[in-house]
C-alpha cells in the first residue's frame, strides 16, 4: 500500500485495478498517463501492483525493416548536421549510454532509468 497525502496507507481499489490491468502491459510504469488515470501511485507503486495481479509488460516486436532504415536515415541526417559519418554518430551515442549507465552505478542509483540500461 502506497501512503497518500497525509502519510495513510490507502487500499488499491477494483477501478485502479482495472486501469493497470488494462494500460500496464502496454505502457509499464513510467508512462505519463498513470498522473490522469491514478492520481497518488507512483511508478513502483504501480510496478508491484502489477506483479501483484500477474499483469506483465507487453514483449516490443522486432524492428521492421521501415523502422531500421529511419534510424539509419536519422543518424546520417545528424551527422550531415554535426559534420560527422553516421556510423561515428552510432557509436557515440552507444559510448554515451555506457557512461551514463556507469556513473549511475557508480553513484548508486538504479540503471532501469535509463533508455536502454539493464534491468
Known amino acids: 500500500m502506497q501512503p497518500d497525502e497525509r502519510g495513510e496507507c490507502r487500499l488499491w481499489d477494483p477501478a485502479e485495478d482495472e486501469a493497470v490491468l488494462a494500460y500496464f502491459p502496454e505502457h509499464g510504469r ?4 498513470w498522473a490522469r488515470l491514478l492520481p ?3 511508478g513502483p507503486a504501480i510496478s508491484a501492483r502489477a506483479s501483484r495481479l500477474g499483469v506483465r509488460r507487453a514483449v516490443q516486436p522486432a ?7 529511419a534510424l539509419v536515415r536519422g543518424a546520417i541526417r545528424l ?6 559519418p553516421a556510423s561515428a554518430c552510432v557509436a557515440h551515442l552507444y559510448h554515451l549510454r555506457r557512461a551514463v549507465i556507469r556513473e ?4 548508486g542509483m538504479p540503471v532501469r532509468d535509463v533508455p536502454g540500461g539493464r534491468r
Open 79 to 84: 551527422g550531415r548536421e554535426v559534420g560527422r
Open 63 to 69: 524492428w521492421t525493416r521501415e523502422e531500421e532504415i
Open 104 to 107: 549511475q552505478v557508480i553513484a
Open 30 to 33: 513510467n508512462w505519463d498517463g
Open 40 to 42: 497518488g501511485r507512483s
